[in-house]
Structure formats: structure tokens, C-alpha cells
């Protein structure tokens, strides 16, 4: 049996002829045991790595759960990111040890080459740049990944190197290092970053939630993009260190990442700098929920608390619209999402698309630390920027989603850049 084969479902089994039934009740029944279990196109792959994802097929105990252990071990294998390509093969036991009711497993995988590579351009932001990637999966037989990066522009170059290692046994447990160097533009402050940096992350699950800490030392260059730029732009240009310790939590149940029909999301971020070296010092603070599918709620705030001894950098400040930042805010979405009319391309491509509807809504101020907590939410309620309107959503698989809409800005502070009409945008968050 063939491992395309091994998708079976309880629901299917319902469907099977009347006459049938006895006889699938007798394979669904019977009691067996797998015997062995072969993994067969072995390279450079270490075996104690993946009998950790085979593992359960040995507690199968009949011929259903055999089937559906299979499957469950194929994915995990898949996931590993190692092999192109693995089939499953269920048999009966052979040779001397065999027993009756005996099974052997056996799976066959082709492995990944040795090294990958990619070639691909892309246009965004006023700026064209070509992408050259380098892949090396699987660098010391235990699902270990090194990948480099290279992106050359009309306007910037960046890169970064990073490597990957997974636990045995435990692929939600990983350790990553990477060295980069960004370079972005921010038209709306007058600035350009770059920022030549390392960080180290250890990512790991605990109950039902997913947690990532991270240290992170960056060497940050601000420049001013126009002459024409503000004297307070201008404060920030030079060069800065800052070395930080992170934290992200994350509860996701949603079956999809950009629009889900079910589940919710939560997330919440934590960011310390100035005890770990640099000349940055702040506490940063930000969390995030989606809830819902057709009618879809997004909330996000924030709280960046700057050291009084060090610099603070404009880039760690909060946007919501203001273009030197601020360092508290929140933000909320409210969205409503349908079929298209008349449903065009009704189970094809047209199942992509969607009718979208949004209200959204947000503030951000600075700090004064004479004040107290009452007097920063009074700030944050006053004059509360929102805006509404209407377009159309394409979904890209579960990678990205584009969106054509017509925004109509309502709630607006002086010295707010005032965009309304027909916009377009791109990417895998929105609020």
C-alpha cells in the first residue's frame, strides 16, 4: 500500500458497500501486530533520529490503527524537511520470528540533495531585487539545516546566514542561530535602517502553547532618506547597539493563518534591553488576538517603558501613524467577510476570493512617567484615529493574501498623512 493511500478517515469508512461491512469489520477488528519496521533509501541520514517518528507503529493493534499510525509516522517524517519523497508499505511478517497475525512496515524515502538552491525576483515598495537562496538540509544527518540568503536591489542589499537543529523526537523543540544584515526604508519617518546583527532562539511547546525565547545584539545605522527631513529625524541619525532579550508566547488553533474559518489566536511579545550591553534600554511590551471567521475581531496594544540612562532608538518606538513613533498604543480591527456576490468560480478559483468589509481603529502617545496609568488610557482615548470601507480579498494558498480595497479615513490628528480612495496591499498580516 502506497503511502497516498493511507489518508483514511473515520467518516469514510461509513461509506463503504453494505455488503462490505462484515468483512471490514473483521479487518478493523483483528488483532496484529507489526513486527518490524524498515525505513529503506537511507544516505547520510542517521536512523536513531527518526525512530522517534516510527515509534508509535509499534503500538498499533489492528489493522486500521496500523494504517492510520503509518500515515501519522509519514507526516512526521515529512516534516523533518529531509526527504523529497516517502511511500509507506504494509506486508505481512517474514522469516522465522514471523507470527500470524505478524505485519511488517516498511518505509522508502528519497532523500534531498545535498544542496538546494533558488532563484526568484521581486518587485514591492518602489524598489525591484533579485533573491539568490542556498540550502544545505540535512548537514550532519539529524535534520540540521544551514541556509543562506542573499538580496540584491535597485536601492538595498541584504543577507543573512542562519542555521537549524531540531531535538530528536521533538521537532516543536528547536535551537536557531543567524547572522544578517537588513537594510530597510521607512518613507513615512524619513529613515533608513540597516541594521548587521546575530541572534539565537530556542523554541519550544508547553501545553497548549508555543514559546520562543531570543537574544538578540544589533549593530543599528539610522540615515535620513530627504533633506527635507524634521530636526527630530535628524536626532536619531548615527550609529547605535542594541542587545536584547525577547520572549513570544503563542496560542494558535486556527486552520489557517490568513483567513481561517475557525479558531483564534493569541499573542503576546515581551522585550528587554540595556542589561545584556548596548547603548539601548527600554521594556517593550505588545500582545495580539484574532477571533473569529466570517465576522473576524483583531486587537492589538503595547507599552515601550525607555530606560533613563541609555538612548532610546525611534525604530523601537510603535506605529500607528505618527511618524516619529510613540511608545504606548492599541489598535483594533473589526472585519467582515463573505462569498463573492452571485459566487463566480463556485468550487474553483473563485472560492479565493472574498468580499471584505473592515472597520478599523487606533491611538498611540509617549509616556510621561510623572503621570499614572488613568492619565496614559485618557491620552490613548483622545482623538481616536478610525477609518472604514470595503474591497476584495485574494487568498495565496496559506503563505500570503492580497487586498484591493477603498478606504475611507474618518478619525484623523493633525500632522497625519491622510491616504483614502482605492489602495492595495500585500502580505500575511493585516489588522
Not at 532563484?119 to 540540521?144: D, I
Not at 486556527?254 to 522585550?271: F, T, V
Not at 497625519?416 to 480612495?421: A, T, V
Amino acid at each position: 500500500m502506497q503511502g497516498p493511500e493511507l489518508g483514511v478517515q473515520a467518516d469514510d469508512l461509513d461509506l463503504v458497500e453494505p455488503e462490505h461491512e462484515p468483512q471490514q469489520e473483521v479487518l478493523e477488528n483483528r488483532d496484529v501486530v507489526v513486527q518490524h519496521v524498515h525505513i529503506d533509501g537511507l544516505g547520510r541520514t542517521k536512523e536513531d533520529v527518526l525512530t522517534y517518528e516510527i515509534a508509535d507503529v509499534f503500538r498499533a493493534k489492528n489493522l486500521i490503527d496500523v494504517m492510520k499510525k503509518s500515515h501519522d509516522a509519514r507526516q512526521k517524517l515529512l516534516r523533518l524537511g529531509i526527504f523529497r519523497q516517502v511511500e509507506v508499505v504494509i506486508d505481512t511478517a517474514e522469516g522465522e520470528d514471523a507470527l500470524p497475525n505478524g505485519l511488517d512496515v516498511t518505509f522508502e524515502v528519497k532523500e534531498l540533495r545535498r544542496m538546494t538552491g533558488s532563484y526568484n525576483t521581486m518587485v514591492g515598495n518602489n524598489e525591484g531585487s533579485m533573491v539568490l537562496g542556498l540550502k544545505l538540509p540535512n548537514v550532519f544527518g539529524r535534520a540540521e539545516k544551514l541556509t543562506f540568503q542573499f538580496s540584491y536591489g535597485t536601492k538595498e542589499t541584504s543577507y543573512g546566514l542562519s542555521f537549524f537543529k531540531p531535538q530528536p523526537g521533538h521537532f516543536e523543540r528547536n535551537f536557531s542561530i543567524n547572522l544578517y544584515k537588513v537594510t530597510g526604508q521607512f518613507p513615512w519617518s524619513s529613515l533608513r535602517e540597516t541594521d548587521r546583527g546575530i541572534s539565537t532562539e530556542i523554541s519550544f511547546p508547553i501545553w497548549k502553547t508555543n514559546h520562543t525565547l531570543k537574544w538578540e545584539g544589533v549593530w543599528r545605522e539610522l540615515g535620513c532618506l530627504a533633506r527635507t527631513a524634521s530636526f527630530a529625524v535628524r536626532e536619531e541619525s548615527g550609529h547605535s547597539l542594541k542587545s536584547s532579550l525577547s520572549h513570544a508566547m503563542v496560542i494558535d488553533t486556527r486552520n489557517s493563518p490568513i483567513l481561517p474559518k475557525r479558531g483564534a489566536l493569541l499573542k503576546i511579545n515581551q522585550e528587554l534591553a540595556g542589561y545584556t550591553g548596548g547603548d539601548a534600554s527600554f521594556l517593550k511590551e505588545d500582545f495580539e488576538i484574532h477571533q473569529g471567521s466570517l465576522w473576524q475581531c483583531i486587537i492589538g496594544s503595547g507599552c515601550f517603558l525607555d530606560g533613563e540612562t541609555k538612548t532610546q532608538n525611534v525604530m523601537s518606538s510603535f506605529f500607528v501613524g505618527d511618524y516619529l513613533g510613540g511608545e504606548a498604543y492599541w489598535a483594533g480591527g473589526l472585519h467582515l467577510y463573505t462569498p463573492l456576490p452571485f459566487r463566480p468560480g463556485r468550487g474553483g478559483f473563485g472560492d479565493l476570493f472574498r468580499t471584505h468589509f473592515f472597520l478599523n481603529a487606533g491611538n498611540l502617545c509617549n509616556l510621561n512617567y510623572g503621570e499614572g496609568p488613568r492619565a496614559h488610557l485618557s491620552k490613548l482615548a483622545e482623538c481616536i484615529r478610525w477609518s472604514y470601507g470595503a474591497g476584495i480579498v485574494l487568498r495565496l494558498g496559506n503563505i500570503a493574501r492580497l487586498e484591493l480595497n477603498y478606504c475611507i479615513p474618518m478619525g484623523v490628528q493633525s500632522g497625519d498623512r491622510i491616504c483614502d480612495g482605492v489602495q492595495f496591499g500585500a502580505g500575511i498580516r493585516f489588522l
